[in-house]
């Protein structure tokens, strides 16, 4: 209800003797204004009212508004009709402002339009970009005037605008932005990340004095304030429904007095007074829920009606007729008419307001009420439906698009195409992160179809759910064999079904299982007509790497053509064995693209698999700056998609980026978060998380520790069948924890795994050395620290010959090698290692240099992504775009960083990273 004045009669308007405060609500009043001024002054923020029906959070909005002085007020109420229209609530809160959707990026702009189905609007978009696109608008339009966004009953609000709104406002800091929710105490809007006010009854003295108001006798009053416990609108509606013995206070009250029955009983015996004529229009007015008057009169004028039937309504007071909209005085009252209403009434009410509904923007309303008017199967409607469904899926209304998909199924007479449907439905509730109720629908389709081309679309949908979900059981045999019987009718799709049994070995650390399955699925998918698949060319490529095979890697260069034109993750698949086998142009010339395309096309599902392998790239490559800005987002955008093992995957990354770098808090913080996130059977990332804990224990030198996790994992890969060495560099870790141990002989054993190559191996020598022959091993590993090998290594075996030179008593020698190694580390950020050649340095008899107190490790883990941005040479609107956050947030923290680094410009803090990061190769 956007912009429409308060009713004179609204529950809890009544001042208590000014015009400041609400009648027994000076608390509540005095957070609000706080909120309010806070915007004002540039510290934006939210808050969340919530509280029962009655309970007058509608009287606080509307304070709000009567005390927002120079802000421009937004409104928006939730109707629990409109929950299946994609962003129909946002639009309504934002309409005043979409003339200014050409002052945003051009993306975002193009975003919002397809989103809330305006003009102008192109293709299909993501719902996080629409979300951001919010956010945008919002704060842009604050930095001319604050603004004030109110939005009512938000436990009806469609859930992508409730989504946005939620996006927005826990992202508001330094935005004249404020945004007040009001919603009842039950499920439906989850505001976590937002403060929240608990909205209670009034205190007994309040709700007497207005029950008082309302014409009871004190006693009475007193009775009605216990027994409704201070409910303002019960204070206000139930005096009228009791008998004049009670009000006066000459019997005790009814017991028990229940709002939500008294308003029906009211509308009852309203009913039973008005007009056969009122009672059809009332019935149309709760069927439509808010709507103008010219649509109603339309709509009722198919059913013969006028709209001055409603006349005698508006004077009993359930409803009123304004100049935008017709509404009733409490949703409670329009629950209440709903439910009198016979089911044959509603039914009508339905088909006369989809009659009138004949515009191309009004097809989705349409389709939803003709839904409503239909208790059979009827195709017409369900096509209707699957049509609305596919313009949600257009403009990011993800659980608008489930919604409308799963009711088309269910109103589809044709058992294929109600199984495709449900397909459909099954896909986007995947997407809206409700996988439970996805996998039964998933299910349910099973049961209606034997059509080859579904089964296999929805099969391997299935297993990704029970991966994601945590189900790492493997595939068994029957499995297998159903979609061997798919071959002969569909190649590609039986492979496709096959390969998702893969994930599921995988997700085991199941190298030897993997095998034969990868090369089946090359063989079912080679038999294809069209170009080759990809994905099941690089698992193979894979698994023969994993198993220590020399032909994994000859079909992982011939892969790199075959990913040419897939924007489906392939080219990140294939970037990560590169990685394996320590190829980082490869891999970086491959990943680049695709991530360039994710961007350009707001696709966060390939962003949530691509960056994870990019922060390994960086960290393998010794760039652990890069690296951590990676493996940021990737967290950012994985907790957006809402899927488990995603979110864990992308956790463990960045705990071990955070344990090179040797923040060892809060990189055992995000192992604890992930492993809230993961069933413990899902070996693979139980494995990266261990190993994030092994590099913590290396990066402080507890070697016991480190060797308790490495084994560990290196015992899960021999069980696994897994050969290749470069996967995680295990035994590159293991080699130089039992060399620092003096267990010379389990070092010998790691070192044995690793070959003559790698330059881990080399250091490792260096450190089991005769003194006599220290100069040379040392000098061998060094030579292996080349471009390829990364700066870390270099440091370390710096770190490793300093070490070995000072027990040897040539302190001027160690002072060298570990000063060397000192600025490398400091270079990457790696504070961890840098401490302890600080250690060395000072053990040599001569005092380190002092830390730099103007390190990126000074700042909070925001300050620091903004800051590496800064340094990659992005502007304030987009790195904004980058991490979910407006300009001025952006541009805030920018403030800090220059602040805790002592620089006072943007070029002064990029040529500071810059120097910092000299080591990094380009």
């Not at 979110?647 to 913080?669: D, I, K």
């Not at 994030?692 to 520790?705: I, L, Q």
């Not at 141990?741 to 191996?761: I, K, T």
């Not at 089991?768 to 022959?773: F, T, V």
Request: aromatic share 4%; charged share 25%.
């Amino acid at each position: 209800m956007g912009g429409s004045a308060a009713p004179a009669a609204a529950v809890g308007t009544a001042t208590d003797g000014g015009v400041d405060d609400l009648l027994g609500r000076a608390d509540e009043c005095r957070r609000l204004t706080g909120v309010l001024a806070d915007a004002v002054d540039g510290r934006g923020g939210a808050l969340v009212l919530r509280g029962a029906a009655g309970v007058g959070k509608t009287a606080l909005l509307d304070h709000c508004a009567a005390h927002a002085g120079g802000m421009r007020v937004l409104r928006a109420t939730g109707v629990p009709f409109e929950a299946d229209l994609p962003f129909s609530a946002l639009h309504e809160l934002v309409r005043p402002l979409l003339d200014r959707l050409d002052e945003l990026p051009a993306r975002q702009a193009d975003a919002l339009r397809t989103a809330l189905a305006v003009d102008g609007g192109s293709g299909t978009v993501n719902r996080l970009a629409a979300y951001l696109a919010t956010l945008t608008l919002l704060t842009s339009a604050a930095e001319r005037t604050p603004v004030l966004c109110l939005v009512d009953d938000a436990h009806w609000i469609d859930p992508a605008s409730a989504e946005a709104l939620l996006f927005t406002a826990r992202r508001l800091l330094a935005d004249r932005v404020a945004i007040v929710f009001a919603a009842r105490d039950v499920p439906g809007f989850d505001g976590r990340g937002v403060p929240e006010l608990p909205v209670a009854g009034l205190a007994p003295d309040a709700a007497v004095r207005l029950a008082m108001r309302a014409g009871l006798d004190r006693r009475a009053a007193e009775d009605l304030a216990a027994a409704t416990a201070g409910n303002p609108l019960a204070l206000i509606e139930l005096p009228a429904t009791l008998a004049e013995e009670h009000r006066d206070g000459w019997l005790p009250l009814e017991e028990p007095l229940v709002l939500a029955d008294r308003i029906r009983t009211t509308v009852l015996a309203h009913a039973r007074g008005l007009p056969e004529a009122t009672w059809r229009a009332l019935v149309v007015c709760a069927v439509a829920g808010s709507t103008g008057p010219a649509l109603l009169q339309q709509v009722l004028t198919v059913q013969g009606l006028h709209l001055d039937a409603l006349d005698p309504a508006v004077d009993a007071g359930l409803v009123r007729v304004g100049g935008r909209e017709v509404t009733f005085r409490h949703p409670l009252t329009r629950a209440a008419v709903h439910a009198v209403a016979g089911a044959g009434q509603r039914r009508s009410a339905h088909l006369a307001i989809a009659s009138v509904l004949t515009g191309a923007d009004a097809a989705d309303r349409r389709a939803w009420h003709l839904a409503a008017a239909t208790s059979v199967p009827d195709e017409r409607v369900a096509a209707l439906l699957a049509g609305s469904a596919e313009r949600a899926q257009r403009r990011g209304g993800v659980v608008a698009e489930a919604r409308a998909y799963e009711r088309s199924a269910r109103l589809t007479p044709d058992p294929d195409l109600r199984a495709e449907r449900l397909i459909g439905a099954t896909r986007a509730w995947a997407n809206a992160g409700a996988g439970r109720h996805a996998v039964a629908l998933g299910e349910e389709a099973l049961t209606l179809t034997r059509r080859v081309d579904l089964l296999c679309r929805v099969k391997p949908l299935l297993t990704h759910l029970a991966l994601q979900h945590g189900d790492a059981a493997v595939r068994d045999q029957a499995f297998l064999a159903e979609a061997e019987s798919y071959a002969d009718v569909d190649p590609l799709g039986a492979a496709k079904l096959m390969s998702a049994g893969v994930n599921q070995f995988w997700a085991r650390f199941d190298i030897a299982g993997m095998l034969p399955l990868c090369a089946r699925v090359v063989a079912l998918a080679g038999t294809a007509d069209g170009p080759p698949w990809p994905k099941g060319l690089i698992r193979l490529a894979a698994a023969q790497v994993l198993a220590g095979r020399p032909e994994g890697a000859v079909l992982a260069r011939e892969c790199v053509a075959v990913c040419a034109g897939h924007a489906d993750g392939s080219a990140a698949e294939l970037a990560e064995v590169f990685c394996w086998l320590a190829d980082h142009d490869a891999a970086r010339a491959l990943l680049t693209p695709e991530i360039d395309h994710a961007r350009a096309t707001d696709d966060v599902f390939l962003l949530a698999y691509a960056l994870p392998r990019l922060a390994e790239l960086e960290w393998r490559a010794g760039r652990l700056h890069a690296a951590y800005r990676a493996a940021t987002e990737a967290v950012r955008i994985a907790e957006q998609v809402a899927l488990p093992v995603l979110r864990a995957e992308a956790l463990a990354g960045l705990a071990l980026v955070e344990a090179l770098l040797g923040a060892e808090a809060p990189a055992r913080a995000r192992i604890d978060d992930a492993r809230r996130l993961l069933p413990v059977e899902f070996g693979e990332v139980e494995v990266r998380l261990r190993y994030a804990t092994a590099m913590t224990s290396v990066v402080g030198a507890r070697w016991d520790e480190a060797v308790t996790e490495l084994e560990w994992i290196r015992a899960a890969q021999r069980r696994g069948g897994m050969a290749e060495p470069g996967w995680l560099p295990v035994a590159d870790e293991l080699a130089e924890a039992y060399a620092r141990l003096g267990r010379a002989d389990r070092a010998a054993q790691a070192l044995a795994e690793l070959g003559d190559g790698r330059a881990a191996a080399a250091r490792v020598r260096g450190l089991l050395a005769p003194e006599r022959d220290l100069d040379e091993a040392f000098t061998a590993a060094l030579a292996r620290c080349g471009p390829a090998a990364g700066p870390l290594e270099r440091a370390r075996t710096l770190l490793g010959y300093g070490q070995r030179l000072r027990r040897a008593k040539r302190r001027r020698d160690a002072r060298e090698r570990l000063s060397a190694a000192l600025r490398l580390f400091e270079s990457a950020g790696a504070q961890g290692w840098a401490r302890r050649c600080r250690a060395e340095i000072d053990a040599t008899g001569r005092r380190a240099p002092a830390p730099d107190d103007r390190g990126v490790d000074r700042l909070t883990s925001q300050e620091r992504q903004i800051a590496l941005h800064v340094a990659e040479g992005l502007t304030n609107r987009e790195i904004a775009t980058r991490i979910f956050l407006s300009p001025k947030t952006v541009e805030y923290h920018l403030g800090n960083v220059y602040r805790k680094l002592r620089l006072r410009s943007r070029p002064e803090l990029i040529r500071h990273l810059s120097r910092r990061s000299a080591s990094d190769p380009d």
